[in-house]
């Protein structure tokens, strides 16, 4: 029986080295983890973003409650779609297509903050804030590519130890960031702290282009 093992194991090796694929599963891990915990923390800084902008607006109860879940809300809507893509294509794509679209909404929120002064933030600029904070929670729905790029490459029987990982790792991004946010906006700002955030997203997503890979499964597919 162990013999087999060790051939089959050979077996794989001479597969991978014939038909160049690259990464690993521990690389496949990194990079899922590193990837859900970068587009998860930006939800921490839209909180405080959403009461300035109530503060200067004048906001009803429904246009506020809307502008603070709406990032929460396009995450979690697009878990779904972005999971079934991934589960096609592998989860590379996804995550890059999200994380653009993130940094598209965190660059919207980051010129209104920074370019507008309390005297020129109208209410009708209420739909634009609504649609950057909708493209910003674009990162939220990480989650589902990173599970399904995390799963595809490990065994059933190690799934659930590397799915835990990936979670539990990832998922404390907002509680990190909450943790730093008070200190960021007494130093820095809140349009300040945004604009630091928006280049942590960019480098974020660069890192996260050139460690991740999706599982051989997808390489070969794609090969095809």
Known sequence: MQEKVEKNTEDIKDIIKKEGLVGSS??????????????????????????????????????????VAIPQ????????????????????????????????????LVYILLDYDSNKVTKDLYWWILLFGALSGCGVATFSAGASQTSYWFPQSKQGTALGIYAGLSN??????????????????LAEAYFVWLIFLIIGTIIYYFVSVDSYYFQLIKRV
Do not use: Q
Request: hydrophobic residues 55%; charged residues 10%.
């Open 26 to 67: 521990t690389r496949g891990l990194i990079g899922a983890t590193f990837g859900y915990f970068i587009g998860f923390a930006a939800v921490a800084l839209y909180g405080p973003a959403a009461k300035h902008f109530n503060e200067l607006l004048d906001l009803s109860g429904a246009m506020l409650g809307l502008l």
């Open 73 to 108: 809300l396009t995450g979690s809507l697009l878990r779904i779609p972005f999971g079934a893509w991934a589960d096609k294509v592998g989860g590379k794509i996804p995550f890059v297509t999200l994380f653009i679209l993130s940094i598209i909404g965190m660059t919207g």
């Open 172 to 189: 404390t991004a907002p509680g990190i960031f909450t943790l730093l946010l008070p200190f960021a906006l007494v130093s820095l700002g």
